[in-house]
């Protein structure tokens, strides 16, 4: 199944991207957007999570469309850095923007822990999976 996936996203570069372009969009709305705007869901007692469940999908699937570029040769450390800049960037435009809206470091944290818990989890898939073309192959 695992195979199935990933052979799925790192052939369908398209598909991958548009799913990356729409984790994007997501992420900037939630976080960016006036607080009173969004509304007021039970899910804000789950910042932190949510906080780290969407950077771990964004991180993700920017890690699998690099990987399906430059296969086993690609920089996981680099992949790291972008994602935990974009966490970064977001809480300091929520401090700068005026929407309400206030930086947290808790955020930026679960932002960063998210993004390392994809990076190793792509870090594991190229590890383990030798990727040819049409063909996904566990080493």
């Not at 808790?106 to 792509?122: E, H, K, M, N, Q």
Request: charged share 15%.
């Amino acid at each position: 199944m695992i195979k199935y996936l990933l052979q799925i996203f790192l052939n369908n570069k398209l598909l991958t991207g548009i799913i990356l372009a729409l984790a994007t969009l997501t992420i900037l709305y939630l976080t960016l957007s006036p607080a009173d705007q969004i509304g007021d869901f039970s899910v804000y007692q789950y910042d932190k999570l949510g906080h780290f469940t969407l950077f771990f999908g964004w991180t993700f699937f920017f890690g699998l469309l690099i990987l399906s570029f430059k296969e086993t040769h690609t920089n996981l450390l680099l992949v790291f850095i972008v994602g935990s800049f974009f966490g970064i960037t977001i809480e300091i435009l929520q401090g700068v923007l005026p929407f309400g809206r206030t930086p947290d470091v808790g955020d930026a944290i679960a932002d960063i822990l998210g993004t390392f818990c994809a990076t190793i989890v792509l870090y594991y898939i190229r590890k383990n999976y030798r990727i040819l073309g049409e063909l996904i192959v566990k080493k």
